[in-house]
């Protein structure tokens, strides 16, 4: 992860970084926290702060000056020196004293080697010692948790998750291939528009971006397209249909489209054909790869009413287990846990998407032809494939808003409990067992047109 501080102008870059060094200081604990402050011997310190102690009975003060590097060079030894002499002559007023060198670009190794050597009360702070001090300061996550986030948005692949700094605020910079980019808010909010070109003006001179990425349009965009997709495959489960019919079926799903886009949509579907002009059914059953069927049905955005569909459930049976098996590098599940996995793939989307699509936690440990190094891991991903299942299950369940309809009306699924138990086994032989159950329910909410939801259902 790379910090890029951005300026009008090299001036201006450089009181970027001596206020940012301001905000870590002061959210250290440090006050009179002065830039551009005349030291002892006359000395221009960029930054100037104090920290103060009570030890005993008196108050002690631990000030640091800080030199703020933010050129594209990396700091030299004459750079180093003559920093060296201003915390030296400082520390004659106050032994206390300490200095921070802050390069965005770094130092070199001679630098570095006699910094470490003279044990010096200077600390060589680079990019990426600079970077978590920003994460500290402004509480950001991770940047696996960003990616994770990209991932839930986009199936671009993320190059570089970055930071960039301007003005008192920090900025996701998101690269993915090619230099194509996006930048979010440290919320991850979309960034207002006059300040996101000011922002894009100057970051392409300092950062390897090109064409800026709106993930969010693009997303809606996708929603959109596979939202038609999958409705013209689900009316076409129940018979051939012409392109009127097909037209006026995803306009009652408020989707405004037409003919023409229909008709391109179709040619993208590899499982429809046209009969005759502008009818189109589905391929027959025997041409139709149902692991794949079912992985370009679930790619997007689905109208609900297909999962009902008997066309939708009656396929996913034994045939298609014997395929995700295979897909998963011959996992094992063992005969009398069959049905119970059919039964959660029919009845959690999420469970289905995550079966067919092969788990690389599992797989990058098995030889294509199902070997594993002992039959202990072979078991292991056996239990891990079906805690999969059933956290998705659980997640549609319990967390799936939109499904509860689907569950509760459908289905008629309107009740689960849920199982936890804790074995804890001691040294000395002692075993504890701590369990408990929670039974969740779906209920409709009066008043708020019908919505449903789940409950926590209280003890009796």
């Given at each position: 992860?790379?910090?890029?501080?951005?300026?009008?102008?090299?001036?201006?870059?450089?009181?970027?970084?001596?206020?940012?060094?301001?905000?870590?200081?002061?959210?250290?604990?440090?006050?009179?926290?002065?830039?551009?402050?005349?030291?002892?011997?006359?000395?221009?310190?960029?930054?100037?702060?104090?920290?103060?102690?009570?030890?005993?009975?008196?108050?002690?003060?631990?000030p640091v000056i800080c030199e703020c590097k933010a050129h594209e060079k990396m700091i030299s030894?004459?750079?180093?020196?003559?920093?060296?002499?201003?915390?030296?002559?400082?520390?004659?007023?106050?032994?206390?004293?300490?200095?921070?060198?802050?390069?965005?670009?770094?130092?070199?190794?001679?630098?570095?080697?006699?910094?470490?050597?003279?044990?010096?009360?200077?600390?060589?702070?680079?990019?990426?010692?600079?970077?978590?001090?920003?994460?500290?300061?402004?509480?950001?996550?991770?940047?696996?948790?960003?990616?994770?986030?990209?991932?839930?948005?986009?199936?671009?692949?993320?190059?570089?998750?970055?930071?960039?700094?301007?003005?008192?605020?920090?900025?996701w910079l998101i690269i993915f291939s090619k230099g194509n980019y996006i930048l979010f808010d440290?919320?991850?909010?979309?960034?207002?528009?006059?300040?996101?070109?000011?922002?894009?003006?100057?970051?392409?001179?300092?950062?390897?971006?090109?064409?800026?990425?709106?993930?969010?349009?693009?997303?809606?965009?996708?929603?959109?397209?596979?939202?038609?997709?999958?409705?013209?495959?689900?009316?076409?489960?129940?018979?051939?249909?012409?392109?009127?019919?097909?037209?006026?079926?995803?306009?009652?799903?408020?989707?405004?489209?037409?003919?023409?886009?229909?008709?391109?949509?179709?040619?993208?579907?590899?499982?429809?054909?046209?009969?005759?002009?502008?009818?189109?059914?589905?391929?027959?059953?025997?041409?139709?790869?149902?692991?794949?069927?079912?992985?370009?049905?679930?790619?997007?955005?689905?109208?609900?009413?297909?999962?009902?569909?008997?066309?939708?459930?009656?396929?996913?049976?034994?045939?298609?287990?014997?395929?995700?098996?295979?897909?998963?590098?011959?996992?094992?599940?063992?005969?009398?846990?069959?049905?119970?996995?059919?039964?959660?793939?029919?009845?959690?989307?999420?469970?289905?998407?995550?079966?067919?699509?092969?788990?690389?936690?599992?797989?990058?440990?098995?030889?294509?032809?199902?070997?594993?190094?002992?039959?202990?891991?072979?078991?292991?991903?056996?239990?891990?494939?079906?805690?999969?299942?059933?956290?998705?299950?659980?997640?549609?369940?319990?967390?799936?808003?939109?499904?509860?309809?689907?569950?509760?009306?459908?289905?008629?699924?309107?009740?689960?409990?849920?199982?936890?138990?804790?074995?804890?086994?001691?040294?000395?032989?002692?075993?504890?067992?701590?369990?408990?159950?929670?039974?969740?329910?779906?209920?409709?909410?009066?008043?708020?047109?019908?919505?449903?939801?789940?409950?926590?259902?209280?003890?009796?």
């Amino acid at each position: 992860m790379k910090l890029h501080i951005l300026g009008k102008n090299k001036k201006d870059k450089g009181g970027q970084l001596e206020t940012l060094t301001k905000l870590i200081l002061a959210n250290q604990g440090y006050t009179n926290i002065t830039l551009n402050y005349i030291g002892t011997g006359g000395h221009e310190i960029d930054v100037y702060a104090i920290r103060r102690q009570t030890v005993g009975i008196k108050e002690v003060e631990y000030p640091v000056i800080c030199e703020c590097k933010a050129h594209e060079k990396m700091i030299s030894m004459p750079d180093y020196d003559k920093f060296k002499g201003k915390v030296t002559t400082a520390k004659e007023k106050n032994k206390n004293t300490s200095g921070l060198l802050i390069a965005l670009s770094g130092a070199m190794g001679t630098v570095i080697g006699a910094n470490d050597a003279n044990k010096s009360d200077i600390q060589l702070i680079a990019n990426d010692d600079i970077t978590r001090l920003i994460s500290q300061l402004y509480s950001l996550p991770s940047p696996f948790e960003v990616r994770n986030y990209i991932r839930g948005i986009t199936h671009r692949v993320v190059v570089n998750v970055d930071i960039v700094y301007y003005n008192n605020e920090v900025y996701w910079l998101i690269i993915f291939s090619k230099g194509n980019y996006i930048l979010f808010d440290r919320s991850f909010s979309t960034i207002e528009a006059s300040l996101l070109v000011e922002i894009q003006h100057l970051l392409v001179k300092v950062a390897p971006v090109s064409e800026y990425i709106d993930i969010f349009q693009e997303q809606k965009a996708f929603m959109r397209k596979t939202f038609i997709e999958s409705s013209i495959i689900m009316y076409l489960m129940s018979d051939r249909v012409g392109i009127d019919d097909l037209l006026t079926k995803v306009k009652d799903s408020s989707i405004i489209t037409t003919k023409k886009e229909i008709r391109n949509l179709i040619k993208e579907i590899p499982f429809v054909v046209e009969i005759s002009k502008d009818y189109y059914e589905l391929l027959p059953e025997e041409e139709i790869s149902y692991i794949d069927f079912y992985e370009f049905v679930l790619r997007g955005s689905v109208d609900l009413q297909m999962f009902s569909h008997c066309y939708y459930t009656d396929h996913i049976d034994e045939s298609l287990l014997e395929k995700i098996k295979e897909r998963q590098h011959y996992i094992v599940i063992p005969k009398e846990k069959e049905d119970e996995v059919l039964f959660l793939l029919k009845h959690s989307p999420s469970a289905l998407a995550y079966a067919i699509e092969e788990d690389k936690n599992i797989t990058r440990y098995r030889g294509k032809d199902g070997k594993c190094m002992s039959e202990r891991i072979d078991k292991g991903h056996s239990l891990m494939f079906l805690d999969n299942i059933m956290d998705r299950f659980d997640k549609d369940y319990c967390k799936n808003s939109p499904l509860g309809n689907y569950y509760m009306n459908d289905l008629g699924i309107n009740d689960i409990i849920r199982k936890k138990e804790l074995i804890i086994n001691c040294n000395n032989g002692e075993k504890h067992i701590v369990s408990q159950e929670q039974d969740i329910m779906l209920c409709k909410l009066q008043g708020y047109e019908n919505t449903i939801v789940p409950v926590r259902k209280l003890p009796d």
